[in-house]
């Protein structure tokens, strides 16, 4: 089972940035920033695969990048211009199978990092 930490949730205002680490075991095929705000259900982010292909949500629109380091077992999420809609617990996963996590299912989770964004 591969083990997810998430780090760099923290409260930001309105237009910020911030950079959200997951430090893993091993980084798998498929590697993602899923979000939870209140209420809501689960939402991907952004997924990065083996070979650097990203993939964002729609109401990124360009403010969020992805990424990785293989030799450290890191995968990041830089965020910037901040919106209070942003607020959420944001999750690091990680799926094998390329095909099922183009439907936004991962078999691996991390426990979460908070962010805040007020206005």
């Known amino acids: 089972q591969v083990q997810l930490v998430e780090s760099g949730g923290d409260s930001a205002q309105t237009g910020g940035s911030l950079r959200l680490s997951c430090a893993a075991s091993?980084?798998?095929?498929?590697m993602g920033w899923v979000r939870q705000a209140p209420g809501k259900g689960r939402e991907t982010v952004a997924r990065i695969g083996s070979g650097g292909t990203t993939w964002y949500a729609d109401f990124v629109e360009g403010r969020f990048t992805i990424s990785k380091d293989d030799a450290k077992n890191t995968l990041f999420l830089e965020m910037h211009s901040l919106k209070p809609e942003d607020t959420a617990m944001y999750y690091c996963?990680?799926?094998?199978?390329?095909?099922?996590?183009?439907?936004?299912?991962?078999?691996?989770w991390g426990q979460g990092t908070q962010v805040t964004v007020s206005s």
């Open positions: 091993v980084l798998t095929l498929c």
């Open positions: 996963a990680a799926e094998t199978r390329p095909r099922v996590c183009v439907r936004g299912i991962f078999s691996a």
